[in-house]
């Protein structure tokens, strides 16, 4: 297989999967009671999609799967069937089936093929069904079919972008009846003007002969959303006066072979954003990161080195500098915005998750998205996926009661999930929350006493929370293939951990629980504040810094089994030294400084022994190329080439945590 027919595999299966997360999103919406003709047809619209793909890179399997599914959506938005549960529950299986075949002809991973087998049959099943009486009322009356249509047709300008060829859609309208074109070369530009790659002509056209609209409206199913599309009955007798009958298309036109040029009246918002937008490779996209994540190293080195030099002779060179760092730091912030995506492209996936898990545990599950629309980075985004499900699985499975039981107490029998998203600071902060029971803190205790966890004297709920996150920790009373087997919150702060993220849980008695997690908006680059401590440079990230402070000897008590801790405002903080944390040699400063951080959902102060700036940091991984290191998250290269190590504040607080409940 030459190198361009990958390129249009792989466009295939993104575009593939994009069609069957609309397909699965719509078909919801229809199971919510949305009756909306739109609907039926962006689903119908998506399997056509997905069918004529396979067929033309021979996925037979693909393409015999959509074709029934197909048929099943064509006699839905035709009014010849109406919605049912089992229809949709049908398409819903398919949609699944559809998506292990993917995965099959993408990445060799065999689907079931007693599972293919099994949703065509239900799909028959389906269609041999009778249609209702009460929608063939509701379908349009035995009204005789015009004589013939008239057509206008004007395509984007972006349409042969897509892979779209207006000259195979008039070949096949003509396979349904004598048809007269008329070419519209209103926008036709000169010569030199003309763009190859954009499409100029538009088409009116008279397809004569009692024809379904239908069949119409399915030869253009492949560009309904690249193009303008007037469909209008029209007498034989009285043909438009500006249709003049052509000859037919010769079978393999010139223009067929090249994106020849068709011309759209002004496009509506849609095509705005089809022309403004282009699919590149994420690969592309990260090797310009590491090339602007260089240049704000360089950037940082010439800063550094003409800081050495005299003002008086080096005026115009500091300009220069001044300049360079602030179309650096645009630069960067433009590249690093191409690869965030809305976090709806995780959010999108779990109304089927509940719907799915709530119908197998007998619970009525209403859920409820909030801030789809923040953006986050693509990296992360693929990332936080799996914690995501770990946590909506345990809120429905743990979290909400029966609906009996919701009763008894009250409360809606429909319990609600919550995912909401936003920015804070410089994190994007992810909510799963329920309005449950919320955690059982006596039978946390008493597991956690059970397998032996060392408990701090009097906990706090906080501390009880924590217990959560011990490795094969669970509250189950019985295993089941939901839950149970003590394996999820553990394997979700490491994941976080692992993103440079926290997670905080917080619970009310027969209210709910909530669950925090905090991320870095990208991976690739951090504004940092560079301090020295036992004669090391370390980087803070500044998202977790609060304040810097001269502290006060009256300030800071030593207290039994806590360490020394520093009075700010009337709060007592733990005092934690850097210098003796990494095993520095170099004696500590006589005047420390402090700089107050919050991770994890509490506050430290960490000792310093200077402040040395402020400056933007390129990320690189230590895991990767070494291994993990306590209370580093990285590392990053300084303007004069030194190596420094960026703190990992969560891990910090956590450290200060264990010793608790020795």
């Not at 191409?338 to 109304?351: I, K």
């Not at 006060?552 to 944390?581: C, F, H, K, W």
């Amino acid at each position: 297989m030459n190198m361009d027919m990958q390129r249009f595999h792989a466009t295939f299966f993104e575009e593939s999967r994009e069609g069957l997360d609309a397909m699965e999103t719509g078909l919801l919406s229809l199971e919510e009671g949305n009756r909306d003709p739109e609907t039926i047809n962006s689903v119908f619209r998506a399997a056509h999609s997905i069918k004529g793909g396979a067929a033309t890179f021979g996925f037979e399997v693909i393409a015999g799967v959509t074709h029934v599914l197909e048929t099943l959506l064509d006699e839905l938005r035709s009014g010849k069937r109406e919605v049912e549960g089992v229809a949709i529950d049908a398409m819903l299986g398919s949609v699944d089936v559809l998506r292990s075949l993917l995965r099959e002809v993408e990445h060799g991973q065999a689907a079931d093929a007693t599972a293919v087998q099994a949703v065509k049959a239900r799909l028959q099943e389906v269609l041999a069904g009778k249609p209702q009486a009460a929608v063939a009322a509701k379908a349009p009356a035995a009204i005789d079919e015009p004589d013939g249509w008239q057509i206008g047709f004007t395509p984007a300008p972006s349409l042969f972008m897509s892979g779209n060829d207006p000259l195979r859609i008039i070949r096949e309208l003509e396979h349904l009846g004598p048809l007269q074109i008329a070419a519209r070369m209103q926008r036709m530009p000169g010569f030199e003007q003309i763009d190859p790659l954009e499409a100029y002509l538009a088409w009116d056209l008279g397809l004569i002969g009692k024809v379904p609209r239908s069949a119409i409206e399915e030869t253009f199913a492949w560009v309904v959303d690249d193009c303008e599309l007037d469909i209008r009955p029209m007498p034989v007798q009285a043909p438009p006066a500006s249709l003049a009958v052509d000859p037919p298309l010769p079978a393999a036109a010139p223009v067929a072979a090249t994106p020849a040029a068709v011309a759209a009246a002004p496009a509506g918002a849609a095509h705005q954003e089809a022309e403004s937008s282009i699919r590149v490779s994420v690969d592309k996209v990260d090797a310009l990161i590491n090339l602007v994540g260089e240049l704000v190293i360089t950037q940082a080195m010439l800063k550094q080195v003409s800081g050495g030099l005299d003002p008086a002779h080096a005026e115009h060179l500091a300009a220069g500098l001044d300049l360079l760092e602030r179309n650096t730091r645009d630069l960067q912030e433009a590249v690093i915005g191409v690869r965030m995506l809305p976090v709806d492209a995780v959010f999108r996936r779990f109304p089927r998750l509940v719907r799915d898990l709530s119908a197998r545990l007998g619970k009525h599950v209403r859920l409820r998205t909030i801030g789809e629309g923040t953006e986050l980075d693509k990296g992360l985004i693929e990332k936080i996926a799996d914690p995501l499900v770990h946590l909506v699985r345990n809120s429905i499975d743990h979290g909400l009661e029966l609906p009996e039981e919701r009763c008894a107490a009250g409360k809606d029998e429909t319990g609600t999930i919550t995912l909401a998203a936003s920015h804070q600071g410089g994190h994007i902060v992810i909510e799963v929350s329920d309005d449950g029971h919320g955690f059982n803190r006596a039978k946390i205790l008493a597991k956690a006493a059970e397998r032996g966890l060392a408990i701090p004297d009097n906990p706090s709920d906080a501390q009880v929370w924590d217990l959560l996150f011990q490795p094969g920790f669970s509250t189950a009373d019985a295993v089941t293939d939901l839950s149970g087997r003590g394996v999820g919150m553990d394997v979700v702060r490491r994941n976080i951990q692992g993103l440079g993220g926290e997670v905080q849980l917080e619970s009310q008695a027969g209210q709910g629980s909530r669950v925090l997690i905090r991320l870095p908006l990208t991976l690739a680059i951090l504004d940092g504040m560079t301090v020295s401590a036992g004669g090391e440079t370390l980087i803070l990230p500044l998202a977790y810094v609060l304040e810097a402070l001269q502290p006060q000897a009256e300030d800071i008590r030593t207290m039994a089994g806590e360490g020394r801790v520093l009075r700010v405002r009337g709060e007592y903080l733990p005092i934690l030294s850097l210098n003796e944390y990494y095993g520095y040699a170099a004696e500590p400063s006589a005047d420390p400084l402090v700089v107050v951080v919050e991770g994890d959902g509490q506050k430290i102060a960490l000792e310093v022994d200077e402040l040395v700036g402020q400056q933007q940091v390129v990320v690189k991984n230590i895991e990767n190329n070494y291994r993990r290191i306590a209370g580093v998250s990285g590392a990053t290269i300084l303007g004069d080439g030194r190596v420094a190590l960026i703190v990992d504040i969560g891990g910090l607080v956590r450290s200060l945590r264990l010793p608790q409940a020795a």
